[in-house]
């Protein structure tokens, strides 16, 4: 009778062996996805961030060119003689395009953990269909960025405009 209640108890402990590995081995694989999922959601979050502060580029652009369009058509007919030096201040040599956050003195983007954001103007210019009659102006904003893992996070943004041209005189023939 002893040796039955010996082999009972070698063999509860044993199995007491085996559920404690087994649940070892499903909370280091729970943490190990925790803590890849956190990584994760954190570059997916940045990205959203970036790409909203991108399309805010993109739309001051658009508000430059409403107020000063004939500014802007005129750096293009420079920029297609020869000289575009004048559309490049216009557009992406302006400085109100161009963001670098060192400090985290702009509130907008100093949620991004205390790294530089940079954010430019790529490209603005107005491109032309003479088959359709068609001119579209197209915007390009990129914004870049390190999270806290060090891994570089970069978003383009790019808007296209259909410009429609027409005479604001009221007693003009439609």
């Given at each position: 009778?002893?040796k039955?209640?010996?082999?009972?108890?070698?063999?509860?402990?044993?199995?007491?062996?085996?559920?404690?590995?087994?649940?070892?081995?499903?909370?280091?694989?729970?943490?190990?996805?925790?803590?890849?999922?956190?990584?994760?959601?954190?570059?997916?979050?940045?990205?959203?961030?970036?790409?909203?502060?991108?399309?805010?580029?993109?739309?001051?652009?658009?508000?430059?060119?409403?107020?000063?369009?004939?500014?802007?058509?005129?750096?293009?007919?420079?920029?297609?003689?020869?000289?575009?030096?004048?559309?490049?201040?216009?557009?992406?040599?302006?400085?109100?395009f161009?963001?670098?956050?060192?400090?985290?003195?702009?509130?907008?983007?100093?949620?991004?953990?205390?790294?530089a954001?940079?954010?430019?103007?790529?490209?603005?210019?107005?491109?032309?269909?003479?088959?359709?009659?068609?001119?579209?102006?197209?915007?390009e904003?990129?914004?870049?960025?390190?999270?806290?893992?060090?891994?570089?996070?970069?978003?383009k943004?790019?808007?296209?405009?259909?410009?429609?041209?027409?005479?604001?005189?009221?007693?003009?023939?439609?």
């Amino acid at each position: 009778m002893k040796k039955s209640s010996n082999i009972k108890k070698g063999s509860a402990v044993a199995l007491c062996l085996v559920f404690a590995t087994v649940l070892l081995m499903m909370g280091l694989s729970f943490s190990k996805m925790t803590s890849t999922s956190k990584k994760q959601t954190v570059q997916i979050d940045e990205r959203i961030k970036l790409e909203y502060l991108a399309h805010g580029i993109t739309e001051l652009a658009l508000l430059k060119f409403q107020l000063y369009p004939a500014d802007f058509y005129a750096c293009m007919d420079a920029a297609n003689l020869g000289e575009p030096k004048h559309l490049v201040s216009f557009t992406t040599g302006s400085p109100e395009f161009q963001f670098t956050d060192k400090n985290s003195e702009n509130k907008s983007v100093s949620s991004f953990n205390s790294t530089a954001v940079n954010l430019q103007l790529a490209s603005m210019t107005i491109l032309t269909n003479d088959k359709w009659n068609n001119e579209v102006l197209y915007i390009e904003a990129i914004a870049n960025y390190n999270d806290q893992y060090n891994k570089n996070i970069d978003k383009k943004v790019t808007r296209l405009v259909d410009l429609n041209r027409r005479s604001l005189n009221p007693y003009a023939k439609k």
